[in-house]
């Protein structure tokens, strides 16, 4: 199954040094039965871009008011077998038991540096906007409207050491 996991550049570093990662809780995002159900329409693509967006999002709270982290949301696209929906948390949410390895990794999505300003002011008011407050709302869209850069898992290193 195609997995979206919600990172950081940090935690991306982690991955290339030690070749693998744990994601925080386990936690993943994936096109689930759920998830298709939710929708009236749209295609597998379509979807799992709405899965990958859940995760991107989830990246943000990862970053949170941590000033040492980089302002960019990361994406790690990973195919992996051990996993466990949580329709009880969303209809995205799964469980990933274990560590990923940097070999199940299809590719990595992160924020290019336009995004960062953005990406920092949504990073502060995420909760916020989940509590329904207009303005994070729009401070979070502005993050939202800026497009992740696609990267392959051979690419890491090189876009670490540019960063």
Same mark, same amino acid.
């Given at each position: 199954m195609r997995v979206y996991l919600p990172a950081t550049i940090g935690m991306l570093h982690k991955l290339v040094s030690e070749g693998k990662l744990q994601p925080l809780g386990g936690t993943g995002f994936a096109l689930t039965p759920a998830l298709r159900e939710s929708y009236v329409s749209g295609?597998?693509?379509? !979807?799992?871009? %709405? /899965? !990958?967006?859940? %995760? /991107?999002?989830?990246?943000?709270?990862?970053?949170g008011d941590d000033q040492k982290e980089s302002p960019r949301r990361v994406v790690i696209s990973a195919d992996l077998e051990n996993v466990t929906t949580r329709p009880d948390l969303d209809a995205a949410v799964v469980k990933v038991s274990g560590p990923i390895v940097l070999d199940e990794v299809a590719a990595v999505h992160v924020d290019t540096e336009e995004a960062e300003k953005a990406v920092r002011a949504a990073a502060a008011v995420i909760d916020a906007a989940d509590l329904g407050d207009l303005d994070a709302?729009?401070?979070?869209?502005?993050?939202?409207?800026?497009?992740?850069?696609?990267?392959?898992?051979?690419?890491?290193?090189?876009?670490?050491?540019?960063?």
């Open positions: 295609d597998t693509e379509e !979807l799992e871009y %709405a /899965a !990958l967006l859940d %995760a /991107a999002r989830a990246s943000l709270r990862l970053i709302e729009f401070t979070l869209g502005e993050a939202e409207d800026h497009e992740l850069a696609w990267y392959a898992p051979q690419e890491l290193p090189f876009l670490l050491e540019l960063l």
